[in-house]
């Protein structure tokens, strides 16, 4: 498995930032507003992030970005964030730089959505889907009803074993990217048991909604979000298309 993050290189950053100017891009009010999303939003839930290796700073990046934005504190002192290992401890994996900005992200966009959510960090030992799997099994285990996967990786003829072993957990909404390779499905994203979300671009625009979007993609670069027909996964009872003999991806894009 590989983390589904994407570094911009297109953006000019000014070296001559005033002190204490505002980050660029969206922030919790911007995403709050294009989706609606109430600013007491997940009070008394948990929202679980399962990523792979380390992030020795995500409690402090966590800090960082909610006192930017003025969102109430989460932190391990006042019980709404809780870092763990896949077995439930602290006996954290090694450190990985690339996971660790992935992690850093998801930690804010959920700060960003729910802002009232308590975050459950759950660290797997390595980016193999078994220990990755092991990891949601954890997050369901210490009460999460939502599990937030931001990581994929080729289909095989293992995805069923797996649906079973790790996702198949009635009651959780688990969440997985479809990719960010365009055209063309990852496993778990196809898993019968999640919902598998893709990307849009975002933006203002004069309309009711005060912003539209379109799907992500770039046929020049080859990013854009993934979607497809599994080869592995079963069509889930509730869909009804002709376009996919088994699981089509994705089922919903933000």
């Known amino acids: 498995m590989a983390c589904n993050a994407v570094a911009r290189t297109d953006v000019k950053q000014q070296l001559s930032l005033r002190p204490h100017a505002a980050p660029s891009g969206y922030g919790p009010s911007d995403l709050q507003s294009a989706y609606n999303l109430p600013q007491s939003g997940g009070s008394g839930q948990t929202v679980a992030i399962v990523d792979a290796n380390d992030d020795p700073n995500a409690e402090q990046d966590l800090a960082t970005y909610r006192s930017q934005y003025g969102l109430p504190e989460c932190s391990t002192a006042n019980g709404c964030f809780q870092k763990v290992d896949q077995n439930g401890g602290t006996n954290y994996p090694a450190a990985d730089a690339g996971w660790a900005g992935e992690i850093s992200l998801d930690v804010d966009m959920v700060s ?15 980016a193999s889907m078994d220990d990755l799997g092991t990891a949601v099994n954890r997050a369901v285990a210490m009460g999460a009803k939502f599990v937030s996967n931001s990581y994929g990786g080729s289909e095989d003829s293992t995805d069923p074993t797996s649906d079973e072993q790790y996702f198949n957990h009635p009651g959780v909404a688990i969440t997985v990217s479809s990719g960010d390779s365009g055209y063309g499905v990852e496993y778990p994203a196809a898993s019968q048991y999640v919902t598998a979300v893709g990307g849009t671009s975002l933006q203002r625009d004069s309309s009711a909604r005060g912003w539209s979007e379109t799907v992500w993609g770039s046929s020049a670069g080859g990013e854009g979000a993934g979607s497809g027909c ?3 996964d079963a069509k889930p009872s509730w869909q009804k298309d002709t376009g996919c003999a088994k699981r089509a991806v994705a089922d919903v894009a933000s």
């Open 112 to 126: 960003s959505a729910c802002p009232q959510c308590h975050i459950l960090l759950v660290e797997a030992n390595s």
């Open 230 to 232: 599994s080869q592995y």
